[in-house]
């Protein structure tokens, strides 16, 4: 069983940024494909980003130029960069990995709040 947790949520004003973190437990990281989606209270979670094992990466047209995804096999981990946070932004963050579409793996979530 996968693992993943993610870190770095928090509290930021208005135009703030903030650095999310998913760790994953797998020895095969940099086979899988990686993501980030989100939640926010009273609504259906939504793709945020994704980056496949190749690198490539794809982002929900309300994040583009604003997030950025990133990936680093060594140690393991994916990375959500978030910037000109808006309040429209807050929810909970969910890591999302899977290998070859067999199964996805989900964290536990990291709740991000945007406000002044």
């Known amino acids: 069983q996968v693992q993943l947790v993610e870190s770095g949520g928090g509290l930021v004003q208005p135009g703030g940024s903030l650095r999310l973190s998913c760790a994953s437990s797998?020895?095969?990281?940099?086979?899988?494909?990686m993501g980030w989606y989100r939640q926010a209270p009273g609504k259906q979670r939504e793709y945020v980003a994704t980056i496949t094992s190749s690198s490539n990466t794809n982002y929900a047209d309300s994040v583009k130029g604003r997030f950025t995804i990133s990936r680093d096999n060594a140690k393991n981990t994916v990375y959500l960069q978030m910037n000109s946070l808006k309040p429209e932004d807050t929810a909970v963050y969910y890591c999302?990995?899977?290998?070859?579409?067999?199964?996805?793996?989900w964290g536990q979530g990291t709740q991000v709040t945007v406000s002044s």
């Open positions: 797998t020895t095969i990281f940099s086979l899988y494909n």
């Open positions: 999302w990995g899977s290998y070859r579409g067999i199964k996805d793996y």
